[in-house]
């Protein structure tokens, strides 16, 4: 069974910083991307960041220059740090894999807990809650 783990969510002022880690398991990596969602209240389900196994990378213009994605394929891990985080950053924060990650398809409605159910948009975590105050 493919597991993919999140945590290190959690509530911080505006301009600081957190440190997603996702772990998966029971995945072969190949050539798959992972990468991160996310979900803010009232908005669709945003695809930010994924990373490639060779380590290609690719940002969201909304959170470029902030956030940085990286891997550690010994631990089959991925990570998302956040800088400079800012009120609009408040959201579920989800990992997905899949053998490439795209912005969703709209017949998902904009839900990423919708296409988390989907086997077909790949794998995907529980999600984890960022809040960014003011």
């Known amino acids: 069974e493919v597991q993919l783990v999140e945590s290190g969510g959690g509530s911080v002022q505006a301009g600081g910083s957190l440190r997603l880690s996702c772990t998966v398991s029971?995945?072969?990596?190949?050539?798959?991307?992972l990468g991160w969602y996310r979900q803010a209240p009232g908005n669709e389900c945003e695809l930010i960041s994924t990373i490639s196994r060779d380590g290609t990378t690719y940002y969201s213009g909304s959170v470029e220059d902030r956030f940085t994605i990286s891997q550690d394929n010994a631990k089959h891990a991925v990570y998302l740090q956040m800088n400079s985080l800012k009120p609009e950053d408040t959201a579920v924060y989800y990992c997905?894999?899949?053998?490439?990650?795209?912005?969703?398809?709209?017949?998902?409605?904009?839900?990423?807990?919708?296409?988390?159910?989907?086997?077909?948009?790949?794998?995907w975590g529980q999600g984890t809650q960022v809040t960014v105050s003011s």
């Open positions: 997905a894999a899949a053998l490439i990650l795209r912005t969703l398809a709209p017949w998902y409605g904009g839900s990423c807990a919708r296409a988390a159910r989907d086997p077909e948009s790949g794998y």
């Open positions: 029971g995945f072969s990596r190949d050539d798959s991307d």
